[in-house]
RNA sequence: UGGGGUAUAGCCAAGUGGUAAGGCAUCGGGUUUUGAUCCCGACAUUCUCAGGUUCGAAUCCUGGUACCCCUGCCA
């Protein structure tokens, strides 16, 4: 028996009362933004769980709202899931089922469930009572049947204006639970939706669509984030008064929040209309696509979502274990290769004749070949590797400290050439050894070996640690979230494929952003501790 | 005395009456021509607090405390 987390044993249960023949999950994402990162946490969840009993996984766009929903969305999400590898057994739209949800409007009709309230948003707020104060009914709560149903097929034809009326479920004012004080569940809407376009231009609400939708697709575990947790009483109501024969189960676990990034469609769009990122894939979101384009790999993710666990805390867990799974999955599979960002000239005074060096494309994996490198008597090597003067514990190149020349041997400095201050280039003395021991290494390109490069390195987004929490999200904005810089690569990056991920030695990850003009950006530095 | 949810290390998280897994972070040490990787070690006498039951409690009982969600014709 599989046990993993809560959730599974809940399925655990159910299977050993027979309650299921087979497990059924969806993942229901509301077209009208991009996925992020809570989402992928969402698909882990429903995705593994059909898989792991197995049993189906539905795809399910949640398309109840024409003001907010676009097509490109829909295109969009898609991608994200194939990207990850979350192959849906069947595409789904909540508005495949908009006659079904009429009709058991209808049906709550007759059963005197529901009734036309032509209260304005205004009063229904007003009417609805406070968190501590009970709600009082419309005057209109109870119209008869006839006259709601006509009034409700008035509705569906247009005969009235957005706000005007709206469908109530007849419940309970006084419900200490403000979700079941009488919920809207139609409502007019003039706006053309995406898909049926203006077949329609009443609404079923979130709660009256959402458990239908579950329970045609025959969901039995329709597991959402711990906000709705006060939702699920209005979604069992519905099921049981429209006399549905499945009733699907919902169950809550705690919404995804992650150190200095935020999790939020709305906050997204705020900041990308605030052009303070550069669309939904901006590589410094948390989006999805954002993260494809940064160079985040499918695995990094889902390796991320198997380990941190899915629990009903409310938690805001580290950036670093993010980071930690892509690091590992990125060590394994990128191309070493040697480059500078801050360029720093060195010129060997006693190197007469090139030296060519033999080395491996990646250190712990000979099958991704070698290739061969020389150093030339100019050299770069980046300025965080020299300080003129310091101590012991800086093991790089300093007036009076050797480094080795990785693959290379040992450079020496003989003088400092400057100009008003200015270091013009470093003259040095070659040392061939191929052995030593506490000497630092340091990285570096041969001037005619290398190409001038455009480097794009990301900070974080956020200074603050919790953004989400943040009222005013503009305040809290790194401004140097995007650094540009001009160095040199190896030559032989003209060889490699643009979808292959490249660690900078002792720098970091990097990836080819544009090859024509060689752009390279950082995927995320080796540690935290490097800052350029 | 609105209703609901949640409390285990710096951050996640297992554990469901038998003496606190694991990961990340951090700190030591070893290997290493990347200050990377890899390897080894350290890291909760105690589980939000106070009582109680029990041979035995993070787990059961009683009473507090803190944080989060709910007053959209959003989802």
């Known amino acids: 028996m599989k046990k993993k987390n809560f959730i599974y044993k809940i399925i655990n249960k159910d299977l050993k009362n027979k309650k299921y023949k087979t497990i059924k999950t969806r993942f229901p994402p509301e077209p009208n933004g991009y996925l992020h990162i809570g989402h992928a946490l969402s698909l882990y969840i429903n995705f593994n769980i059909s898989k792991d009993y197995n049993g189906k996984f539905y795809l399910r766009f949640d ?25 849906w057994h069947k595409k789904k739209y909540a508005s495949d089922y908009f006659n079904i949800y009429y009709k058991y409007a209808i049906k709550l009709i007759k059963k005197k469930l529901a009734y036309i309230d032509d209260l304005s948003i205004k009063d229904i707020k007003k009417y609805r009572g406070s968190l501590k104060n009970p709600g009082i009914n419309s005057p209109f709560r109870d119209r008869n049947i006839k006259e709601n149903i006509s009034m409700f097929k008035k509705m569906k034809n247009g005969e009235y204006k957005e706000g005007e009326k709206c469908l ?121 696509s954002g993260m494809k384009n940064r160079g985040f790999t499918p695995k990094s993710i ?14 805001i867990i580290d950036i670093s274990i993010l980071e930690n799974c892509l690091r590992k999955d990125l060590n394994k599979i990128s191309f070493r290769i040697m480059g500078v960002i801050n360029p720093l000239k060195i010129k060997i005074k006693n190197l007469k004749k090139k030296i060519k060096i033999k080395i491996p494309n990646h250190p712990q994996n000979p099958s991704m070949g070698y290739r061969y490198i020389y150093l030339h008597s100019s050299i770069y090597i980046d ?65 005619k070996n290398s190409l001038k490069t455009k480097y794009i390195l990301y900070n974080k987004l956020f200074i603050s640690k919790d953004p989400n929490k943040e009222k005013n999200i503009l305040s809290i904005i790194n401004e140097k979230s995007i650094i540009i810089k001009y160095g040199y690569i190896e030559k032989y990056i003209k060889y490699i494929n643009k979808k292959t991920s490249l660690q900078l030695e002792r720098i970091g990850y990097f990836k080819l952003f544009k090859k024509s003009n060689l752009i390279l950006s950082q995927i995320l530095l080796l540690n935290n501790k490097n800052k350029f």
């Open 383 to 447: 300025e965080e590797d020299f300080k003129e003067n310091s101590n012991e514990q800086f093991k790089r190149l300093t007036i009076n400290q050797s480094v080795k020349l990785r693959y290379a041997g040992i450079i020496k400095i003989k003088k400092i050439i400057k100009k008003e201050d200015k270091i013009l280039h470093i003259e040095c003395i070659y040392i061939h050894k191929k052995k030593t021991k506490n000497i630092g290494i340091i990285h570096w390109i041969s001037l």
């Open 63 to 87: 398309d109840t709202n024409p003001k907010t929903e676009k097509k490109i969305y829909i295109e969009n999400i898609k991608k994200d899931l194939i990207w990850l590898g979350y192959i």
């Open 168 to 288: 109530r479920a007849k419940i309970d004012m006084k419900s200490k639970n403000i979700i079941l004080r009488d919920p809207v569940i139609y409502r007019i809407k003039y706006n053309s939706h995406y898909k049926t376009k203006k077949k329609w231009c009443i609404y079923p609400t979130y709660d009256f669509a959402h458990c239908i939708a579950d329970s045609i697709e025959k969901i039995t575990h329709s597991i959402c984030t711990l906000e709705f947790i006060n939702n699920r009483l209005l979604y069992e109501w519905i099921l049981k008064n429209i006399s549905i024969n499945h009733i699907p189960k919902q169950y809550e676990f705690s919404k995804l929040n992650i150190t200095y990034t935020i999790t939020s469609k709305r906050k997204i769009k705020y900041l990308i209309n605030k052009k303070k990122v550069n669309g939904w894939n901006d590589p410094r979101l948390m989006t999805l």
């Open 302 to 315: 889902i390796d991320f979502c198997k380990l941190i666990g899915v629990s009903k805390k409310e938690h």
